[in-house]
Nanobody, 124 residues
């Protein structure tokens, strides 16, 4: 079992930056991809970014390339999502998730473990 806890969300103005954190606990992570997804009101949960726990391979949704950066600290068992130049359309609940395989990196259904999410609200 893997437990994931997100933090770092909040209410910010457009143009600001935020760094979201996802602390993992439980069994030792090894070959998992750690992903960030977001869900806005009335919309489906969508892929944002993912990073391989062992190594530095990263994957991004096209819509966030250039503004979002995913990183990790293996010693702290923590994954980060740095968001720059926030826009009102970035408003959503941001979820951290763990994928035990290497397929379906962009697909929520392939992720086995999920955090409870952290709310990001961007005012214009």
């Amino acid at each position: 079992q893997v437990q994931l806890v997100e933090s770092g969300g909040g209410l910010v103005q457009a143009g600001a930056s935020l760094r979201l954190s996802c602390a993992a606990s439980g069994r030792t992570l090894s070959n998992e991809y750690m992903g960030w997804f977001r869900q806005a009101p009335g919309k489906e949960r969508g892929f944002v970014a993912a990073i391989k726990w062992s190594g530095d391979n990263t994957v991004y949704a096209d819509s966030v390339k250039g503004r979002f950066a995913i990183s990790k600290d293996n010693a702290r068992n923590t994954v980060y999502l740095q968001i720059s130049s926030l826009k009102p359309e970035d408003t959503a609940v941001y979820y951290c998730a763990a994928n035990s395989g290497v397929v379906g990196i962009r697909v929520a259904a392939f992720y086995s473990y999920w955090g409870r999410g952290t709310q990001v609200t961007v005012s214009s």
